[in-house]
């Protein structure tokens, strides 16, 4: 078989990247041209290590939202020649490039890849959008009311997190769970809590303005009871969100996973922030409790809490890694990049490619999203 | 102090309660019972045969009943053989006796392991055993490592030294076990081939550098960032403190300020860090013994989960839950010790 030589590999990979390069070549320029007005982020780009940080992970991002034009073939495209295919292999028949190599099923380790990041893309980042909901929800009445509340909840916290992570997955993700009702009403109940989030932070601020009230509450409602619809029961009337069942079943076990590390930081916060001149002032005005966690509290828990929530995304992106190199909810041919270890790791010997390749995008994402937060604790303390 | 320790102790038997409980639950299922019944009659088990191992053997008793006869508060009973009606042992591989009687956790029987078809007591020890070598040989390599990048990084806050060692521990968080385990394996076992990249020879001929290095830095490599970084953080206050200065403007050497000074005060936070590592580490065994094939706990904890091994299951559940309590309580009682300024109250 022919094959191209090192240069010409990433030469092709390069070009076969374009729409990524134009992109984030767009999203920088517009970036540094409005630096000065961008705050936060304007500060992040100035800074070497949230910079790369910021490169890593808007490469990924418009790899992921590119995949379909970037990857020259599709996730379970096989052909049989490229079986274990060198990098820059040339298949004969289309004259198309392997530039990765193939795995032991000839597929195209570099389209595979490409078009795994959109799993984790999707996947990390919403599993810890609802585990930073179900953190904050449950984090700071605890800190607030402490006694009962905060002994109650702080017990289920730590009992999950007593739980070995590798045992919890095998629990909840093998393929006779899924057809039980189990995930569904665990769904059921982690997709309640942004719900109950925004209708509480909308209500405590506009009680005393029920038009405005009205308008939040409906688009809440009706986003959110969209939303809920897709994801637990499959039943959305636009067919836009919905999960298989496995993912479905993942998804569940990484918010399960990852809430009681959320709620243990944002109790901390609470408990810290109580002590602050401005609550105090708000408890004189007799504003009520949830007002003053959500809107006096919370707020100015954000820096910690972003800052969490980047280094939160990276270990998710780790848990989904290792549910799919044990082979755990993920189908079978799955392209995310745990399952290509997996499959890969196992000709480790004679074979580098399948293994490695995923390998270096995980930690590359990973390294990126803790860029990113090292950058962002950074400028945060310098304010 | 004492009434401290008692009460966490207290929240401790309650956590493992309510842990096995649930464990419990979950592979009493109807799904996993049947994967269990599968792989101990055979593969192609008709659903007749499957109902009726289940049953013979009190897989269909009353849920609490069964969680009771495991704790050691209800008698287990053994099987009736259908044909002879006598009464015959439930698992014989693991001399489960012929007449009913109180033998679960409170009685230190931890149940049969129909996976490895050996008493759970003695097959978790060996796990355990396997597992400590590793662990000993883990720490005794990441916690200097880290504690020495930390340091260095932490001594002149802002140097290029501190610049380069704190990208370099965030890379290594960055680095799951089953990451950096391939790519050592592809550098020093495939190309350079220095290392082999199974130590399931350790075990059976003992641990040498050959069989045992790869594991070891595989697993030691994702703490160290995280060691690090917290030692650099507390090295970087304590550098910032009047008695550094007070003792660099009376001319101590920065090496002597440093090694006599600062170290001791900054060693404190990491000790934290160090024991609340362990449960981490818990998961990383069971990626490493899996990619390595060693024989440990995480291993079996596997095997277990796969196979449906009720009593290793619900014993490995209880062996995390210990570890990972106990050390959050060292950690506790360790950080008053160490610090004066704060009394466990």
């Not at chain 1, 076969?16 to 041209?33: D, E, Q």
């Not at chain 1, 972003?306 to 041919?333: A, N, Q, S």
Request: charged residues 15%.
């Amino acid at each position: 078989m022919e094959t191209i030589g090192f240069f010409e590999i990433i030469a092709g990979v390069v070009s076969r990247l374009w729409p990524v390069w134009l992109a984030g070549a767009i999203v920088f320029a517009m970036s540094f041209s409005m630096r000065k007005r961008l705050g936060l982020y304007g500060q992040l780009i100035g800074n070497g290590i949230g910079l790369t940080g910021v490169l890593i992970c808007v490469f990924w991002l418009f790899a992921a939202i590119f995949a379909d034009i970037v990857a020259p073939f599709g996730a379970r495209d096989q052909l049989a020649v490229m079986k274990n295919a060198f990098p820059g292999s040339i298949d004969a028949q289309s004259g198309l490039i392997y530039y990765l190599g193939g795995d032991n099923l000839g597929r195209d380790v570099f389209s595979r890849i490409i078009h795994g990041s959109r799993v984790v893309l999707v996947i990390a980042p919403a599993a810890t959008l609802f585990a930073l909901m179900v953190g904050m929800t449950l984090g700071l009445p605890a800190g607030y009311f402490g006694g009962k509340v905060d002994s109650v909840l702080s017990f289920l916290a730590n009992l999950v997190l007593a739980f070995p992570v590798i045992l919890l997955f095998y629990l909840l993700v093998t393929p006779g769970i899924e057809e039980t009702i189990i995930p569904k009403s665990l769904a059921g109940f982690f997709f309640l809590f942004p719900i109950i989030f925004f209708c509480t932070l909308f209500y405590t601020r506009f009680r005393t303005q029920p038009e405005k009230l009205s308008v939040y509450i409906a688009v809440t409602l009706l986003v959110g009871g969209w939303v809920y619809a897709g994801l637990v029961f499959g039943l959305d009337p636009l067919g836009i969100m919905s999960l298989e069942k496995g993912e479905l079943n993942i998804f569940v076990a990484v918010v399960f996973a990852s809430s009681p590390g959320v709620f243990r930081i944002v109790r901390g916060l609470t408990l810290d922030i109580m002590t602050r001149d401005y609550v105090a002032a708000a408890q004189t005005r007799g504003e009520g409790p949830w007002y003053i966690m959500l809107w006096e509290i919370l707020p100015n828990a954000r820096g910690p809490l972003i800052v969490d929530g980047c280094l939160r995304i990276g270990y998710t992106t780790i848990l989904l890694g290792t549910l799919g190199y044990f082979g755990l909810g993920m189908g079978p041919e799955s392209a995310d990049w745990g399952t290509m270890i997996k499959d890969g790791s196992q000709l480790l010997r004679l074979y580098v490619w399948p293994a490695l390749v995923p390998a270096l995008a995980l930690m590359s994402f990973v390294l990126g999203l803790n860029l990113l937060a090292d950058g962002l604790r950074e400028e945060s303390l310098k304010d | 102090m004492l009434s401290f320790i008692l009460r966490r102790l207290g929240v401790m038997v309650l956590t493992m309660i309510c842990l096995t409980f649930i464990v419990f639950f979950f592979v009493n299922l109807e799904p996993n019972l049947r994967k269990l019944a599968i792989s101990q009659t055979n593969m192609r088990a008709t659903d007749e045969m499957i109902e009726s191992w289940l049953d013979r053997n009190g897989y269909h008793d009353n849920f609490l009943l069964q969680y009771g006869r495991w704790i050691g508060v209800v008698q287990k009973q053994p099987n009736i053989n259908p044909e002879t009606g006598q009464a015959e042992s439930r698992f014989r591989y693991c001399d489960d006796p012929v007449e009913p009687v109180y033998s679960g956790i409170l009685q230190g029987n931890f149940g049969c392991s129909t996976n490895f078809k050996k008493p759970v007591g003695t097959r978790l020890w060996d796990g355990l055993k396997a597992t400590g070598i590793l662990m000993f040989w883990v720490m005794a390599t990441m916690v200097p490592a880290a504690l020495i990048i930390g340091v260095l990084a932490g001594m002149r806050e802002g140097s290029r030294l501190d610049r380069s060692l704190s990208v370099a521990s965030i890379a290594s968080t960055a680095t799951p076990e089953y990451v950096s385990g391939i790519l050592f394996s592809v550098l020093f076992a495939s190309w350079l081939g220095w290392l082999s990249a199974s130590s399931a020879t350790a075990t059976s001929k003992g641990v040498t550098f050959y069989n045992f290095a790869l594991p070891v830095m595989t697993m030691a490599i994702y703490g160290i960032g995280y060691i690090a970084r917290m030692t650099r953080a507390s090295m970087v206050e304590v550098m910032t403190s009047q008695y550094i200065r007070t003792a660099l403007l009376k001319g101590v050497s920065f090496r002597q300020t440093v090694m006599k000074h600062a170290l001791r005060n900054a060693l404190i936070a990491p000790f934290t860090v160090i024991m609340l590592q362990f449960p981490w580490l818990l998961t990383g065994v069971v990626i490493v013994e899996n990619m390595f094939r060693y024989q440990g706990f995480g291993y079996m904890l596997v095997q277990a989960a796969a196979n449906n091994d009720i009593d290793l299951l619900l014993a490995c559940g209880l062996v995390s839950v210990v570890v990972v309590l106990a050390t959050q309580l060292i950690s506790d009682v360790g950080y008053a010790f160490l610090n004066p300024r704060i009394r466990v109250s």
